[in-house]
Nanobody, 111 residues
Framework: VQLVESGGGLVQPGGSLRLSCVAS????????MSWFRQAPGKDRELVAT????????NYADSVKGRFTIARDNAKNTVYLQMNSLKPEDTAVYYC?????WGQGTQVTVSS
């Protein structure tokens, strides 16, 4: 099983980033997919989750209205569009499916 995240980087407050996670080695199209994040000194927290067919999504209160999770089952890929980024969004972002985790991608929001 592999989950490979990409798309992180340094962005100014108010900016946008789109994270991608390409999955392999399991049944992606039947799996709920999630994005988590972990800031330094803090616990890992759930950011967003999307059902296998893509119609059901949920978000942490802190990102509602700013982040959008989406998936393309034909490409075994899940996305996290992040808009209006804030310094408090700085963290390592992880892709998750069942018990599997990606290696994480760093997002830094700073001027």
């Amino acid at each position: 099983v592999q989950l490979v995240e990409s798309g992180g980087g340094l962005v100014q407050p108010g900016g946008s980033l789109r994270l991608s996670c390409v999955a392999s080695g399991f049944s992606f199209s039947t799996s709920r997919m999630s994005w988590f994040r972990q800031a330094p000194g803090k616990d890992r927290e759930l950011v967003a989750t999307i059902a296998s067919a893509g119609g059901n999504t949920n978000y942490a209160d802190s990102v509602k209205g700013r982040f959008t999770i989406a998936r393309d089952n034909a490409k075994n890929t899940v996305y996290l569009q992040m808009n209006s980024l804030k310094p408090e969004d700085t963290a390592v972002y992880y892709c998750n499916a069942r018990i599997f985790w990606g290696q994480g991608t760093q997002v830094t929001v700073s001027s």
